[in-house]
């Protein structure tokens, strides 16, 4: 019978373009994932109302008392509230402190945690300790730790971003560091290290990068959590404190008018829904896309 | 053969995949007597499992056509059956056991529920009468202990006694049909030829037509009294046993037995057939092994040869070699 | 089976030691000197030094914790600064309301979440499937206290079904004013709960319609219907149950905020209520609470998981 041959193939020498080939195969899963562009383009618009915000040229703090409490109607698409400013202005400036301090806390939460996962999967004796702290953390609400958080440290905006990213920073580290834990188990980090590989290059060469994707996935979430919980103590008044017209404040003092002035109330939490729905679907798709059954890099 | 238990023609199953529809199963016939052991033999997507999860409709729904052709068992067309019916068939008539025992069974229900779920649903017998029958059949699996067995998890019990306790199910009421999927591809060689050997004494007790499934030519030629060989969809030959190891009529046979590893041969390398089992999406015009075949033809290449009769109980999908044999013989 | 509770139980101690470190902590960041606030702001600094030192707050702080874990060890939880009462009865005094909302809520979550999550992944990639998840992600992406206040625009002051706030205790109104005083916030709370809990549980049930097991089951001729309640949907609980307690954390963390816009005089208002005026005691001893019924709950998750999955059950 004929003998087979092995013939040699140029693209597999190359680990790089291989893991080139790779991502883009993963961004064009993803450009085609319906939920994913639905949000990524939810999100786009929210990002560009935030951005575009100044176009409006009106000062969303600027009070006009002739004209309060008037609903939609001509110049001011959403009306204006019970100091006569104009809501819609508020309501995108409101946009622009929002996702900010959703990314902020999505950024540092998923940083904090990351390390704090990947180091506990890496040294076992730092890992009992490191595990009970985020325990602790954990043993009250996401929302209560980031009420007391936020009320010790006072009613401005890097509060409610460092509250927010504290109350968080544990569940990121499990993630993280349930993925390093499975990634460790693998055979070519114990061919890692008869190579003389460091702990510092294992950890940043192979179980941070296949971290990535949960890690990805569940920043997603985190900031669509950020951007619901921010409103949540805004309005208990432990937010960016008034005028800032975050959605949570604006909804709080629209409370008081809601019978006669539902307008007040109503748009802030719509804007607030369409974000975390946004980042949620955004979430969902990465997702499906990242699944880490389905990936495991080198 | 006399009136056949079972009876499939001309079946074709198609999936949709993201190239678009394949053929996994090109017009297959096959036919198995009472009491008679046929094995299905090829490789790894050769359609051999498609056809055999397609007899009892177990495929997965959604991405699967609704197979065409007739399946006909007992005078009626599984194919075409309400799925009540279809249901009443499954399990107390026909029964399937499958590859992966480790998998196949429920992690959270004991055995003990697992066997007598068959008997109470198509024998309507009660808990505590099928837990007995239970513990009579894992006696007749040949598991040591049974009554305690009887009552554990499958993930208390190896690989080997899982397929026996997967066996057990299968046979609780007495089908006169077992299709086996490749039941001992994932299970140690030594536990492999006990399960065989289970197999066909169960096989001899019971009276029972069994269809096993597999990909290991050493398999096939302990247990089958005849075989089907499949490639790419379609049954390239069939044969008695012995006259598919002693004289096959197609060159992929042929490479399926001479990569068989033998003991009094002594050879450097493995002979292996080259190429792969071609893209299912792909349309090859004539013979579909043409690409691999060491003795192609011009004709191969642009004619897609019938399945030709070759002698008693034999077909074979390769004009050449037919009309070789008939001028030997 | 004792032996791990007991286990667990151990571990959890240097948690809830960490934990109430960490609250202790958290109090003496709060800006306001609670000493100045009750004494009021006429009085001279010599009265508010007197209070001071008779609450104790003019110690080095090391010497307060010891101080306290000292009273924790009796069963001394501490007295509130602003309800002159101890903090242990405070929290009994509410315990009704929140627990009254928890429950109606669960009620409503479990069922619902489930089923929908089961009913999404049976018949998945149709309508029914995207009808549920559009229903879920709406439920995890609305936030709780806009949906409550635009549901007491509605229902409570358009149409007057449901009181618009507080509270009725059983004893005071009977069944239905209990109920309807608890109906509105508890439905609000669960559709979070609901959209969070029927995404779970589409994705671990898709998982495990996709095992091989299921496919035994049909070819025993086991009918659709049985397939899934008993087959499918036991396994399924599995993973689910391991998300019960974070289920529960943000069933809690829910009816704080809650409880914040409907009136209730539950745990969850308590709390904000003494972090918002500066109540130390009040605060740290509620939290110690919270954090230790929170082990309690999840040892008990843990052990409802062994049940749920044999596989676990010897070890």
Same mark, same amino acid.
């Given at each position: 019978?004929?003998?087979?041959?092995?013939?040699?193939?140029?693209?597999?020498?190359?680990?790089?373009?291989?893991?080139?080939?790779?991502?883009?195969? /993963?961004?064009?899963?993803?450009?085609?994932?319906?939920?994913?562009?639905?949000?990524?383009?939810?999100?786009?618009?929210?990002?560009?109302?935030?951005?575009?915000?100044?176009?409006?040229?009106?000062?969303?703090?600027?009070?006009?008392?002739?004209?309060?409490?008037?609903?939609?109607?001509?110049?001011?698409?959403?009306?204006?509230?019970?100091?006569?400013?104009?809501?819609?202005?508020?309501?995108?400036?409101?946009?622009?402190?929002?996702?900010?301090?959703?990314?902020?806390?999505?950024?540092?939460?998923?940083?904090?945690?990351?390390?704090?996962?990947?180091?506990?999967?890496?040294?076992?004796?730092?890992?009992?300790?490191?595990?009970?702290?985020?325990?602790?953390?954990?043993?009250?609400?996401?929302?209560?730790?980031?009420?007391?958080?936020?009320?010790?440290?006072?009613?401005?905006?890097?509060?409610?971003?460092?509250?927010?990213?504290?109350?968080?920073?544990?569940?990121?580290?499990?993630?993280?560091?349930?993925?390093?834990? /499975?990634?460790?188990?693998?055979? !070519?980090?114990?061919?890692?290290?008869?190579?003389?590989?460091?702990?510092?290059?294992?950890?940043?060469?192979?179980?941070?990068?296949?971290?990535?994707?949960?890690?990805?996935?569940?920043?997603? !979430?985190?900031?669509?959590?950020?951007?619901?919980?921010?409103?949540?103590?805004?309005?208990?008044?432990?937010?960016?404190?008034?005028?800032?017209?975050?959605?949570?404040?604006?909804?709080?003092?629209?409370?008081?008018?809601?019978?006669?002035?539902?307008?007040?109330?109503?748009?802030?939490?719509?804007?607030?829904?369409?974000?975390?729905?946004?980042?949620?679907?955004?979430?969902?798709?990465?997702?499906?896309?990242?699944?880490?059954?389905?990936? /495991?890099?080198? | 053969?006399?009136?056949?238990?079972?009876?499939?023609?001309?079946?074709?199953?198609?999936?949709?995949?993201?190239?678009?529809?394949?053929?996994?199963?090109?017009?297959?016939?096959?036919?198995?007597?009472?009491?008679?052991?046929?094995?299905?033999?090829?490789?790894?997507?050769?359609? =051999?499992?498609?056809?055999?999860?397609?007899?009892?409709?177990?495929?997965?729904?959604?991405?699967?056509?609704?197979?065409?052709? =007739?399946?006909?068992?007992?005078?009626?067309?599984? $194919?075409?059956?309400?799925?009540?019916?279809?249901?009443?068939?499954?399990?107390?008539?026909?029964?399937?056991?499958?590859?992966?025992?480790?998998?196949?069974?429920?992690?959270?229900?004991?055995?003990?529920?697992?066997?007598?779920?068959?008997?109470?649903?198509?024998?309507?017998?009660?808990?505590?009468?099928?837990?007995?029958?239970?513990?009579?059949?894992?006696?007749?699996?040949?598991?040591?202990?049974?009554?305690?067995?009887?009552?554990?998890?499958?993930?208390?019990?190896?690989?080997?006694?899982?397929?026996?306790?997967?066996?057990?199910?299968?046979?609780?009421?007495?089908? =006169?049909?077992?299709?086996?999927?490749?039941?001992?591809?994932?299970?140690?060689?030594?536990?492999?030829?006990?399960?065989?050997?289970?197999?066909?004494?169960?096989?001899?007790?019971?009276?029972?037509?069994?269809?096993?499934?597999?990909?290991?030519?050493?398999?096939?030629?302990?247990?089958?009294?005849?075989?089907?060989?499949?490639?790419?969809?379609?049954?390239?030959?069939?044969?008695?046993?012995?006259?598919?190891?002693?004289?096959? $009529?197609?060159?992929?046979?042929?490479?399926?037995?001479?990569?068989?590893?033998? $003991?009094?041969?002594?050879?450097?390398?493995?002979?292996?057939?080259?190429?792969?089992?071609?893209?299912?999406?792909?349309?090859?015009?004539?013979?579909?092994?043409?690409?691999?075949?060491?003795?192609?033809?011009?004709?191969?290449?642009?004619?897609?040869?019938?399945?030709?009769?070759?002698?008693?109980?034999?077909?074979?999908?390769?004009?050449?070699?037919?009309?070789?044999?008939?001028?030997?013989? | 089976? #004792?032996?791990?509770?007991?286990?667990?139980?151990?571990?959890?101690?240097?948690?809830?030691?960490?934990?109430?470190?960490?609250?202790?902590?958290?109090?003496?960041?709060?800006?306001?000197?609670?000493?100045?606030?009750?004494?009021?702001?006429?009085?001279?600094?010599?009265?508010?030094?007197?209070?001071?030192?008779?609450?104790?707050?003019?110690?080095?702080?090391?010497?307060?914790?010891?101080?306290?874990?000292?009273?924790?060890?009796?069963?001394?939880?501490?007295?509130?600064?602003?309800?002159?009462?101890?903090?242990?009865?405070?929290?009994?005094?509410?315990?009704?309301?929140?627990?009254?909302?928890?429950?109606?809520?669960?009620?409503? %979550?479990?069922?619902?979440?489930?089923?929908?999550?089961?009913?999404?992944? #049976?018949?998945?990639?149709?309508?029914?499937?995207?009808?549920?998840?559009?229903?879920?992600?709406?439920?995890?992406?609305?936030?709780?206290?806009?949906?409550?206040?635009?549901?007491?625009?509605?229902?409570?002051?358009?149409? *007057?079904?449901?009181?618009?706030?507080?509270?009725?205790?059983?004893?005071?109104?009977?069944?239905?004013?209990?109920?309807?005083?608890?109906?509105?916030?508890?439905?609000?709370?669960?559709?979070?709960?609901?959209?969070?809990?029927?995404?779970?549980?589409?994705?671990?049930?898709?998982?495990?319609?996709?095992?091989?097991?299921?496919?035994?089951?049909?070819?025993? *001729?086991?009918?659709?219907?049985?397939?899934?309640?008993?087959?499918?949907?036991?396994?399924?609980?599995?993973?689910?149950? %391991?998300?019960?307690?974070?289920?529960?954390?943000?069933?809690?963390?829910?009816?704080?905020?809650?409880?914040?816009?409907?009136?209730?005089?539950?745990?969850?208002?308590?709390?904000?209520?003494?972090?918002?005026?500066?109540?130390?005691?009040?605060?740290?001893?509620?939290?110690?609470?919270?954090?230790?019924?929170?082990?309690?709950?999840?040892?008990?998750?843990?052990?409802? #998981?062994?049940?749920?999955?044999?596989?676990?059950?010897?070890?």
């Amino acid at each position: 019978m004929a003998e087979a041959t092995i013939r040699y193939q140029p693209g597999l020498a190359s680990g790089e373009a291989l893991a080139a080939r790779r991502r883009f195969r /993963v961004l064009r899963k993803l450009l085609h994932h319906r939920s994913f562009m639905v949000g990524f383009a939810i999100v786009l618009v929210m990002v560009l109302a935030a951005v575009l915000a100044p176009l409006t040229g009106i000062d969303p703090n600027k009070m006009a008392i002739r004209f309060r409490f008037r609903p939609p109607q001509d110049a001011y698409w959403f009306g204006t509230d019970q100091f006569g400013r104009d809501l819609f202005t508020r309501t995108l400036y409101g946009a622009q402190l929002s996702l900010w301090i959703g990314l902020s806390v999505a950024v540092l939460s998923g940083v904090i945690g990351a390390a704090i996962g990947v180091l506990s999967a890496q040294f076992r004796r730092l890992d009992s300790l490191l595990m009970r702290i985020m325990d602790a953390l954990m043993a009250a609400p996401a929302i209560l730790l980031a009420i007391g958080l936020g009320a010790a440290l006072g009613p401005q905006t890097h509060s409610v971003i460092i509250a927010l990213a504290v109350a968080y920073i544990p569940r990121t580290a499990r993630i993280v560091r349930a993925s390093a834990l /499975v990634t460790r188990e693998l055979e !070519f980090i114990e061919a890692a290290r008869v190579a003389g590989a460091s702990s510092l290059r294992i950890m940043f060469r192979h179980l941070l990068p296949n971290a990535t994707g949960p890690l990805l996935v569940q920043s997603t !979430f985190v900031f669509a959590y950020a951007i619901l919980a921010e409103a949540a103590l805004s309005f208990l008044g432990i937010g960016p404190p008034p005028p800032a017209p975050s959605w949570g404040n604006i909804i709080a003092e629209g409370r008081s008018f809601a019978v006669q002035s539902w307008w007040i109330m109503l748009f802030p939490g719509f804007a607030i829904s369409l974000a975390a729905l946004g980042m949620n679907l955004l979430g969902d798709g990465l997702r499906d896309v990242l699944d880490p059954r389905l990936k /495991v890099e080198g | 053969m006399a009136v056949p238990l079972l009876e499939v023609n001309d079946l074709t199953v198609r999936f949709r995949t993201d190239a678009g529809w394949m053929t996994a199963v090109d017009r297959v016939s096959l036919a198995v007597g009472e009491g008679e052991a046929l094995g299905i033999v090829g490789e790894s997507g050769s359609g =051999k499992s498609v056809t055999a999860l397609s007899i009892l409709r177990l495929h997965a729904a959604p991405t699967t056509r609704m197979p065409t052709g =007739k399946v006909l068992y007992g005078g009626r067309d599984l $194919l075409g059956l309400p799925m009540r019916e279809m249901r009443a068939i499954r399990g107390s008539e026909i029964a399937m056991i499958f590859q992966d025992p480790m998998s196949s069974l429920n992690p959270v229900l004991t055995i003990a529920d697992q066997i007598g779920e068959s008997l109470r649903l198509h024998q309507g017998l009660d808990h505590a009468t099928a837990r007995r029958r239970a513990v009579e059949l894992l006696d007749l699996v040949r598991i040591p202990d049974a009554a305690r067995r009887v009552d554990e998890y499958p993930h208390r019990l190896s690989g080997g006694m899982r397929q026996r306790v997967m066996i057990a199910i299968a046979i609780a009421c007495r089908p =006169k049909l077992l299709i086996a999927d490749e039941p001992t591809t994932a299970l140690d060689v030594t536990i492999q030829a006990q399960i065989l050997d289970l197999l066909r004494d169960l096989q001899a007790e019971l009276g029972m037509s069994v269809i096993l499934i597999t990909h290991d030519m050493g398999v096939i030629a302990e247990f089958a009294r005849r075989v089907m060989v499949m490639y790419a969809g379609r049954v390239v030959e069939t044969a008695p046993v012995g006259q598919l190891f002693h004289r096959p $009529l197609h060159p992929y046979t042929d490479g399926l037995l001479a990569a068989i590893p033998k $003991l009094d041969v002594d050879v450097r390398r493995l002979p292996a057939i080259p190429g792969s089992i071609p893209d299912p999406t792909a349309v090859i015009p004539g013979c579909r092994y043409s690409p691999r075949c060491p003795m192609v033809q011009a004709i191969c290449r642009t004619e897609a040869p019938d399945l030709l009769p070759a002698g008693p109980e034999r077909e074979a999908r390769c004009p050449p070699r037919v009309a070789a044999l008939e001028h030997v013989a | 089976m #004792y032996r791990g509770i007991l286990m667990r139980l151990s571990q959890a101690v240097p948690v809830l030691l960490i934990f109430s470190v960490m609250v202790f902590m958290l109090m003496h960041l709060l800006p306001g000197d609670p000493a100045q606030a009750i004494a009021g702001p006429d009085a001279s600094p010599e009265a508010v030094d007197k209070i001071r030192e008779q609450l104790g707050l003019n110690r080095p702080l090391p010497i307060q914790l010891l101080e306290w874990f000292a009273h924790l060890a009796v069963g001394n939880f501490g007295e509130s600064l602003v309800l002159k009462q101890t903090v242990v009865s405070a929290v009994i005094e509410r315990l009704p309301v929140t627990l009254s909302l928890s429950f109606i809520s669960l009620v409503i %979550t479990l069922p619902l979440g489930l089923g929908l999550g089961v009913v999404a992944a #049976y018949w998945r990639n149709t309508w029914i499937d995207a009808c549920v998840m559009v229903t879920a992600l709406l439920g995890v992406s609305l936030p709780g206290f806009w949906v409550g206040i635009l549901s007491v625009l509605y229902f409570s002051v358009t149409l *007057g079904w449901f009181p618009p706030s507080g509270y009725v205790p059983l004893s005071e109104g009977g069944l239905w004013l209990w109920f309807s005083s608890l109906i509105q916030p508890a439905v609000v709370l669960a559709l979070f709960q609901i959209g969070f809990l029927a995404r779970i549980t589409r994705s671990a049930m898709l998982d495990v319609l996709d095992q091989d097991f299921i496919r035994t089951a049909r070819a025993k *001729g086991v009918d659709e219907w049985t397939t899934v309640a008993k087959h499918a949907f036991r396994n399924t609980l599995i993973p689910v149950v %391991t998300v019960l307690g974070i289920t529960l954390s943000l069933l809690i963390g829910g009816s704080v905020v809650i409880e914040q816009v409907f009136a209730l005089p539950g745990i969850g208002r308590l709390i904000v209520q003494g972090i918002l005026a500066r109540d130390y005691p009040l605060v740290q001893g509620t939290m110690l609470l919270f954090g230790f019924a929170f082990v309690v709950i999840n040892i008990m998750v843990d052990i409802i #998981y062994t049940f749920v999955d044999p596989r676990v059950r010897y070890g």
